[in-house]
């Protein structure tokens, strides 16, 4: 039996104190009890008035002597990996954050059925111009759920003590560690990254066409059989966080009273899914898919996505002409 151990990202900010609270009464609480045999959770957060590191076992909290904040990520995330890789055994760690619902049944069946260890899963996949994972465009994975073998934790913790110090975001990091190995190897990167069923919950007021082919950010179905497909489905609230608690008990109430003991269909169409899974090009063009993103001329979509920014986006302000 595999062993899975969820690490889940927070910080200090009382907002995300809270939502630790809600998490732990809603998708985190029957493996906290002891429900999920094989499964364990552990909520990690900075605090720099540590004099060294510390694991409160009752809370199920590791705190690190480390920045608490966006851009520390990655420095917080080393750290954690460092000291649940020298003290927890696990075949496969799951680092997501607080504003994402996770099935949990679903991700320790999918577990089960991955054959690859070199294989590193996400909840999306994104193509940017402005991530250089090393390069404009790579493909690299969402952060708020990174699905890692140990052997893939321990390729990071070795080539990530590069990056520690240099104050990005891990996502970002973890992308450019694992692409750089496999380019590095001379083998396509492409075969080594996969995404998920990831969906989203009343996370924007009002509908809007994101060109996802399984769900869109206004998605307010609490259907189960529509919402079990999910390995992970996000309910931040972009404009309106002080709605995101009821978003996470709502959910929780349609997991709790609706449990599928038969997941194979559910994990079968996840795998399929992973061939051509949507890849995130930008807040405004939304997703393609992978198959359409493989074929598709990379200096054309550079400058699409160059002349396709959000104005909060670091690139709005460059020359919007074609590059290419």
């Known amino acids: 039996m595999k062993k899975l151990l969820i690490v889940c990202m ?9 939502q630790e609270k809600v998490i732990k009464e809603t998708w985190a609480g029957p493996i906290i009890k002891g429900e999920y045999p094989g499964v364990d959770f552990l909520i990690y957060k900075g605090d720099e008035t540590l004099e060294k590191h510390k694991l ?16 520390h990520t ?23 954050n607080t504003s994402t619902f996770v099935n949990v049944p679903l991700m320790y069946e999918l577990i089960h059925n991955l054959d690859n260890d070199e294989v590193a899963w996400f909840s ?16 690299f994975g969402r952060g708020n759920g990174m699905l890692l073998s140990r052997k893939l934790v321990k390729r990071i913790l070795v080539e990530g003590i590069n990056f520690v110090y240099y104050g990005r975001c891990d996502d970002w990091v973890i992308g450019n560690i694992l692409n750089s190995y496999w380019f590095k190897q001379g083998k396509d990167y492409t075969e080594y990254i996969k995404s998920y069923k990831h969906g989203w919950f009343k996370c924007i007021s009002t ?5 996802h082919t399984l769900c869109s950010y206004y998605n ?17 609230r972009y404009n309106e966080r002080h709605l995101e608690n009821a978003n996470y008990y709502e959910l929780w109430d349609v997991f709790s009273k609706n ?29 393609i898919p992978l198959m359409k993103w493989k074929s598709i001329d990379k ?17 709005f302000f460059k020359d919007k002409k074609p590059i290419f």
């Open 207 to 211: 509908d809007a066409d994101n060109s």
């Open 259 to 287: 449990k599928d003991t038969d997941l194979q269909d559910e994990v079968d169409s996840n795998l399929i899914y992973s061939t051509d899974s949507n890849v995130f090009i930008g807040s405004i063009l939304g997703y």
């Open 220 to 236: 307010d179905n609490t259907n189960f059989n529509f919402l079990k497909q999910f390995v992970t489905i996000q309910i931040k």
């Open 299 to 315: 200096g054309k979509l550079y400058a699409l996505e160059i002349n396709n920014k959000a104005y909060d986006d670091a690139e």
């Open 56 to 71: 409160i076992k009752s809370q199920n909290t590791l705190l690190l002597r480390c920045e608490d904040d966006l851009d």
């Open 10 to 18: 927070s910080c200090q900010d009382d907002f995300f104190v809270e």
């Open 124 to 139: 999306e996949l994104y193509s940017l111009s402005e991530a250089y994972t090393p390069y404009p465009l790579c493909l």
């Open 74 to 96: 990655f420095k917080k995330t080393y750290y954690a990996l460092s000291l649940i890789d020298k003290n927890f055994e696990y075949d496969y760690i799951f680092r997501t």
